[in-house]
């Protein structure tokens, strides 16, 4: 079904006919729906015993109130009378909290899924297309176009799931506006608190392993693609973007404190490299060559990068800013 696109009231009807008790749809609803598709009995339970494991589920539309506010801070954003389009919108809350601000909001995503908790999520509260398609695909073009030039476009928690990325942007590069913008999150899988515990599946090192090794320490698919900012960059100059507003924050005082956080982190990551902490021995040797080339890279960089790149490349856990056509 790639690149087809999906917004059937009958569906829906047909999804929504599965909880007959469902009276009312909001953000509460659509939590005991989550709850009920995980096998949670009710909502009190998924809030008291899988906070944690559904932490990120829980607090989505939270998530969307910080992105507004990180935007509205910065730059002075504002939605109101925005064309808006998300792309990997999942359950819809970062539509929701961006159409409650005022934007004409389309959500898009490959997951029917979650399209329809993100149908449930907007019920009597906002009204988005939700379309079911690929970004990447070429068909996913004709499908938006139809919607107009958008002038912001989110790719949060985004690009890291694209494997095609040259076909996203290609497709961004004829869907933004000429003064739109497009946000972008992205985790860091060279800073050593994603390579302590991988922020996906929750294992230690593989965001330092090609895709190819990932099946030897969880189970497919996956779908995650840790690559290197300098990737992201030459793509975006290829299609004539500039990432031109970081909202990376540096916290350290100084390069001294950076260098000191990454050497006490290095030396977390080797403590926890031992062979004991691996299932099979082929684990642990290819964590160790992986690991052998990490530790060898960042102490080069220690020496020799400036202060703005060894933090850009090792201490932002997700790299944050914002696109517009160069």
Request: include cysteine; hydrophobic fraction near 35%.
């Amino acid at each position: 079904m790639k690149g087809r696109c999906l917004r059937s009231a009958s569906v829906l009807i047909k999804f929504i006919n599965r909880f007959p008790k469902i009276t009312n749809m909001g953000y509460r609803d659509f939590l005991a729906e989550f709850a009920s598709l995980q096998g949670i009995s009710g909502i009190d339970h998924l809030l008291e015993e899988y906070s944690d494991r559904f932490s990120f589920q829980i607090n989505s539309r939270k998530r969307g109130g910080e992105m507004i506010d990180l935007l509205e801070e910065h730059i002075g954003y504002t939605f109101s009378g925005k064309n808006v389009l998300d792309i990997g919108c999942a359950y819809g809350s970062f539509s929701i909290e961006m159409a409650r601000k005022g934007a004409q909001v389309v959500g898009v995503d490959v997951s029917e899924k979650w399209l329809m908790l993100a149908e449930l999520n907007a019920y009597n509260e906002v009204d988005i297309p939700f379309i079911h398609c690929d970004a990447s695909s070429r068909d996913a073009y004709d499908c938006l176009k139809k919607f107009g030039k958008f002038d912001f476009i989110v790719l949060n928690d985004v690009f890291e799931h694209i494997y095609d990325t040259d076909g996203l942007l290609y497709n961004l590069s004829r869907l933004l506006s000429e003064d739109g913008l497009i946000y972008y999150k992205v985790p860091n899988g060279l800073n050593p608190r994603n390579v302590l515990n991988e922020g996906h599946k929750k294992v230690f090192g593989i965001s330092l392993l090609p895709p190819d090794y990932w099946q030897m320490f969880v189970d497919a698919p996956f779908h995650i693609y840790y690559r290197r900012w300098g990737y992201y960059r030459a793509l975006l100059d290829h299609y004539n973007f500039k990432s031109h507003e970081s909202l990376d924050n540096n916290h350290d005082n100084d390069i001294g404190q950076t260098r000191r956080h990454i050497v006490n982190d290095l030396k977390n990551i080797k403590d926890k490299l031992v062979v004991d902490n691996f299932h099979t021995p082929e684990q642990y040797q290819a964590m160790l060559t992986a690991c052998g080339y990490y530790f060898n890279e960042v102490e080069r960089d220690l020496k020799k990068l400036a202060w703005d790149s060894l933090h850009h490349k090792y201490r932002v856990t997700f790299w944050k800013g914002l696109i517009s056509r160069g």
